[in-house]
């Protein structure tokens, strides 16, 4: 494959040792962006969504099977490891997901253990996405931010914990992307939670990773429609 001769030759650039490391953003290709866009929406405390949610290649909930969700810090923080196969859970109505315009784009947020419509809920719940094929890479832009943590968690389909990152976060902190060592095609699902006083989102999910070294144009956005 194409790709992974053009991974081998940009070995220098991928020196990091970890199961899942930080790659300049200009590096992968990916063919899908899911950018939530074609969600119903509203500035303010945003909507509140019920369910799992659906687009094409990606589902979105709350947590993972098996996972326990805490809530003494007034944000979720997921406990324990999912159960296998990897299965999606959403939200009790008002902590579940939502989506708020910031900026003029739509951004997906939890709802944190306050409740909707209360805006100390906002961006302070957890996500979790499980994609309909296992990925070898992956990026996310984080949305909003004032000075806390967000930590992202990846599992194979089996439930097993890949890898944790934890990262500094500050006001629409940008881009992570995130590509597996070796380019194994394991990740089925991540969840994303946050240590932040105003919360967190998540915005432009891009995935199904075709070409190392081709910084072509993103995928059209508006692309997500389930």
Not at 36 to 58: Q, W
Not at 59 to 86: I, K, M, N, S
Not at 95 to 118: C, M, Q, S
């Amino acid at each position: 494959m194409r790709w992974l001769v053009l991974l081998l030759c940009a070995s220098p650039a991928l020196a990091c040792e970890d199961p899942i490391c930080e790659v300049p953003i200009d590096l992968l290709r990916f063919t899908r962006i899911i950018d939530f866009s074609s969600l119903p929406s509203g500035y303010g405390v945003g909507r509140a969504l019920t369910g799992v949610i659906d687009r094409k290649g990606a589902h979105f909930g709350e947590r993972f099977a098996g996972q326990g969700l805490e809530t003494a810090t007034g944000h979720d923080h997921l406990t324990g490891l999912p159960q296998p196969p990897l299965t999606l859970l959403p939200g009790e109505e008002g902590t579940n997901l939502g989506t708020i315009n910031l900026w003029g784009d739509n951004v997906l947020k939890g709802h944190g253990p306050r409740g909707f419509p209360d805006a100390g809920a906002v961006g302070e719940g957890a996500i979790a996405v499980l994609f309909d094929r296992d990925q070898p890479a992956l990026a996310v832009d984080i949305r909003g931010g004032e000075g806390g943590t967000v930590t992202l968690e990846f599992f194979d389909r089996h439930g097993r914990l890949i890898q944790t990152i934890t990262r500094q976060v500050d006001r629409d902190t940008g881009t992570l992307t995130l590509l597996r060592r070796g380019a194994v095609p394991d990740i089925a699902g991540f969840t994303v939670e946050n240590e932040d006083p105003e919360g967190l989102g998540i915005d432009n999910l891009r995935f199904e990773f075709r070409e190392l070294l081709g910084a072509l144009p993103a995928p059209p956005r508006g692309s997500d429609a389930g």
